[in-house]
């Protein structure tokens, strides 16, 4: 015997598709200012797109029991946590300076991303720099997650629904008896 969670479910699934909208807002967020040696950068968490577009929620039912999972690309916890060191390849480097709008070199200058030497040079940097120094933490995704689990307090009322709408099932879980005319008794043993 099992009990009907349908209200419970609902909630945890908004809840989990909650936690994918706002993921995607703050990757899509410009005004993130991280802090280097040389400079400070003023830009999104990512410039490909490709990890707010893996992010999805897998559902999984066994033996009764709901799994909803967050999934993405594995690098969105390195950029999240952080690294000592890392290596891109310089492929993906260029890639993500010519998707930088107005990326700037060290001198504050925008750089002319039709220099392909220079854009080149840019990236064998910054690869450099990686594995020498890692990626700095943005907590983008430790922050949601700290600011959301306050909303699973909630989950009383989606649970006390389904407990009111199933209480028949309940009360026989418990150990309760159905003598009929919504009457329930249980069985219990004095103690000498």
Known sequence: MSFKLKNTEKYLKQYTQSLIDISVKELNRKDRVRKYNSQSVTSSITA?????????????????????????????????????????????????IKNKNGFKDLNGKIVDLNNTKKVDRIASLI??????NGIKPTNFLTD??????????????????????????????LGYKNKGNETYTIETKTIQ
């Open 127 to 132: 690869s450099k720099s990686l594995k020498i």
């Open 48 to 96: 490909s797109g490709s990890l707010q577009q893996s992010l999805k929620i897998v559902e999984k039912d066994t033996d009764n029991i709901l799994q909803l999972n967050l999934e993405g690309n594995s690098y969105g916890e390195k950029i999240d946590e952080g690294t000592k060191s890392t290596s891109v390849s310089k492929g993906k480097l260029i890639q993500w």
């Open 144 to 173: 949601i997650i700290n600011s959301k689990i306050k909303e699973l307090k909630n989950i009383e009322a989606p649970i006390e629904l389904d407990i009111e709408s199933d209480i028949d099932n309940v009360l026989l879980k």
